[in-house]
């Protein structure tokens, strides 16, 4: 069941609203939607387009495929994260203080569920896929290269003020709202994360979500079809 609201966007939008969760999926009017699993750079790769390209709508957080697919359907760019296993699970269980072995097992098969259709997912001129290394560092190139498969006009080739503002801005929602300081690390996190971290290396679904990981890696390296991987 859990699997099918998830591929579904109306069902899915109707599971947010009972739990009290507006839910924010990608429209037909967006410029680009960027997605994947929680805790994948999804916060601050679209706070650095939306700061970089202020005239475009990017709609991002809607952590489930059938937004992917929306998009997709409706001709708007997906761009795709994706995070090593054990650091984003480990993030987002830590993240949401749910460290229980039945957590811990659907975290790591909605990890398997969301990038498994990703991988079945044809690559095109439509839907590119980034490491999240590369989301939540970006570079002058690998802007350049995202710029051009977007087709859009870059407004100068100095990233670094955006990167501070960003920054700035990121400190500013955690100064005013103390809630969103949950999202971010510190040392009791870091703590906690090596904890879950050796937990999951140990479960037994871990291995698969590993496997499609590289996979993907694989298919990106192969296929050339990452804007960020390719010179």
């Not at 995070?83 to 659907?106: E, F």
């Not at 896929?129 to 080739?157: D, Q, T, Y």
């Not at 996979?215 to 804007?227: F, M, P, T, V």
Request: proline share 5%.
């Amino acid at each position: 069941m859990r699997r099918i609201i998830k591929s579904n966007r109306r069902l899915y939008d109707a599971h947010l609203r009972i739990k009290g969760i507006c839910p924010s999926p990608p429209t037909k009017y967006d410029d680009l939607f960027v997605s994947g699993f929680p805790r994948s750079g999804n916060t601050f790769f679209s706070f650095f387009m939306r700061s970089y390209f202020p005239e475009k709508r990017i709609s991002t957080h809607y952590h489930v495929f059938a937004g992917v697919r929306y998009a997709l359907s409706n001709q708007v760019p997906a761009l795709i994260i994706i995070r090593d296993p054990v650091d984003a699970i480990s993030s987002l269980l830590v993240k949401d203080s749910k460290t229980s072995a039945a957590a811990m097992n659907g975290a790591i098969h909605d990890y398997i569920d969301y990038y498994s259709r990703v991988h079945q997912t044809p690559l095109s001129e439509k839907l590119r896929i980034i490491k999240f290394e590369h989301a939540v560092s970006p570079e002058v190139n690998n802007v350049l290269a995202l710029s051009n498969w977007l087709g859009w006009v870059r407004p100068n080739s100095d990233i670094s003020p955006i990167l501070r503002h960003v920054t700035a801005r990121i400190d500013e929602l955690v100064s005013a709202y103390p809630d969103t300081a949950k999202s971010f690390t510190n040392e009791k996190k870091r703590a906690a994360k090596k904890e879950v971290k050796s937990l999951l290396s140990g479960a037994a679904a871990i291995r698969e979500a590993n496997e499609i990981y590289e996979k993907i890696l694989a298919r990106i390296e192969k296929d050339g079809h990452s804007q960020f991987d390719r010179e």
